[in-house]
């Protein structure tokens, strides 16, 4: 029988972001997936919707995890604003650089399986270079 998963809506000031989690207060809050810890910034108050995992030794209650951002309000300082701002458009670069990466992989792999490029191609070499020109024509169009 399935187990129904209830959601508690929070609002949650996050102190700290760490490699699993955040913390808020004393508590540490883990982070489902599609959503990772970087996705939150310390010194901000978020609305999210919460589940509990199985009680533990540790968590009786069960341990608190993120599973959905339902909104999400800015910091009331302006040095906090400030001091944010800066590591986001770091981030950003990183993020791009990654995405980019990661695009760049996606492509290659999937030109690299498809079937209807392996008949036009004789030898491995020919196919190699095929797969190589239509890649990186997709990822130009992609890019735009």
Not at 14 to 21: K, L, N, P
Not at 59 to 82: D, F, L, M, W
Not at 93 to 119: E, H, M
């Amino acid at each position: 029988m399935a187990r129904t998963v209830e959601l508690e809506k929070e609002t949650l000031s996050v102190a700290q972001v760490g490699e699993f989690g955040i913390r808020v207060g004393d508590e540490w809050y883990g982070v489902n997936e599609p959503l990772e810890p970087s996705d939150f910034v310390g010194g901000k108050t978020y609305d999210v919707l919460v589940k509990r995992g199985k009680p533990s030794e540790k968590y009786p209650q069960g341990k608190k995890y993120i599973a959905q951002v339902v909104g999400e309000n800015t910091p009331t300082t302006a040095s906090k604003i400030a001091t944010s701002a800066a590591p986001s458009s770091q981030s950003n670069n990183v993020n791009d650089a990654k995405g980019t990466r990661i695009l760049r992989q996606g492509v290659y792999q999937a030109t690299l399986q498809s079937p209807a490029l392996a008949g036009f191609a004789a030898t491995p070499d020919e196919y190699l270079a095929l797969v190589k020109t239509t890649a990186e024509k997709v990822i130009t169009f992609i890019e735009g």
